[in-house]
C-alpha cells in the first residue's frame, strides 16, 4: 500500500518559516493536500492540489510538490498555527494520510 | 454552512456491533462522496472508508475490509458506518468528511467516539 511519511516534529520561533515534508513514491505526480488539526478541533484544510489556499486561509500558508516530496511552508509562523499537520493524496481510489507532523511555535 | 453531524459512538465490547451516522446540511449531499475518518488516542489521522455520490465506489482501508461497511442514504443527506466484530484496536474518535472523489476532503464533522472494550 501507498505510504507517506511526515517528520514527527518541527519546531519554529515566531515569525520565522517552518517547513514541513511529505515524502511519497513518486508523489509529485499526485496532488498533495494538507490539513491542520488543532487539539480538540476538527482537521481543517489548508493546501490542496499541492498549491492552493482554500478561502480563509492566511497567505502565510504555501505548499510546493515535486518528485518524491511535498513540502507546506508556513512564513511567518505565529502561535495560532501551532497544530499537528497532516498531509493526503489519492492512490487508487484510496485516502492516505501521512502520519501526522507536531509544530511547535517557541 | 456546511454542517457534518456524526453520531451513534459509544462504549461497546470486543466482537460486538456499533452502526455510526452522520447527518450532512448546508451543500447538496449527492453531488459528493463522503468518508469515515478515525484517530485513535496519541495518533494520527487514519482513512477509514470512502463512498461515492451514487454508491458506485466503496473503498475501505484493509484493516476493516470485511468487518465494517459504508453506507448512505442520499434521500436523508445520511451517511453510515456499520460496525461488526470490532477490536480493541478500533477505539478512535471518528470523523466524517466530504470530497469530490480523487479531491480533498474540505470539510469534517465534530467526530464521534467509539470505545471499544470489556
Known amino acids: 500500500s501507498y505510504e507517506l511519511t511526515q517528520p514527527p516534529s518541527v519546531s519554529v520561533s515566531p515569525g520565522q518559516t517552518a517547513s514541513i515534508s511529505c515524502s511519497g513514491d513518486t508523489l509529485g505526480n499526485k496532488y498533495a493536500c494538507w490539513y491542520q488539526h488543532r487539539p480538540g478541533q476538527s482537521p481543517v484544510l489548508v493546501i490542496f492540489q499541492d498549491k492552493k489556499r482554500p478561502s480563509g486561509i492566511p497567505e502565510r500558508f504555501s505548499g510546493s510538490n515535486s518528485g518524491n516530496t511535498a513540502t507546506l511552508t508556513i512564513s511567518g509562523a505565529q502561535a495560532m498555527d501551532e497544530a499537528d499537520y497532516y498531509c493526503?493524496?489519492?492512490?487508487?481510489?484510496?485516502?492516505?494520510f501521512g502520519g501526522g507532523t507536531k509544530l511547535t511555535v517557541l | 454552512e456546511v454542517q457534518l453531524v456524526e453520531s451513534g459512538g459509544g462504549l461497546v465490547q470486543p466482537g460486538r456491533s456499533l452502526r455510526l451516522s452522520c447527518v450532512a446540511s448546508g451543500f447538496t449531499f449527492d453531488e459528493y462522496g463522503m468518508h469515515w475518518v478515525r484517530q485513535a488516542p496519541g495518533k494520527g489521522l487514519e482513512w477509514v472508508s470512502g463512498i461515492s455520490w451514487n454508491s458506485g465506489h466503496i473503498e475501505y482501508v484493509d484493516s476493516v475490509k470485511g468487518r465494517f461497511t459504508v453506507s448512505r442514504d442520499n434521500a436523508k443527506n445520511s451517511l453510515y458506518l456499520q460496525m461488526m466484530s470490532l477490536r480493541v484496536e478500533d477505539t478512535a474518535l471518528y470523523y466524517c468528511a466530504k470530497s469530490r472523489w480523487s479531491a480533498p476532503l474540505d470539510y469534517w464533522g465534530q467526530g464521534t467516539l467509539v470505545t471499544v472494550s470489556s
Open positions: 493526503q493524496a489519492w492512490d487508487r481510489n484510496t485516502v492516505v
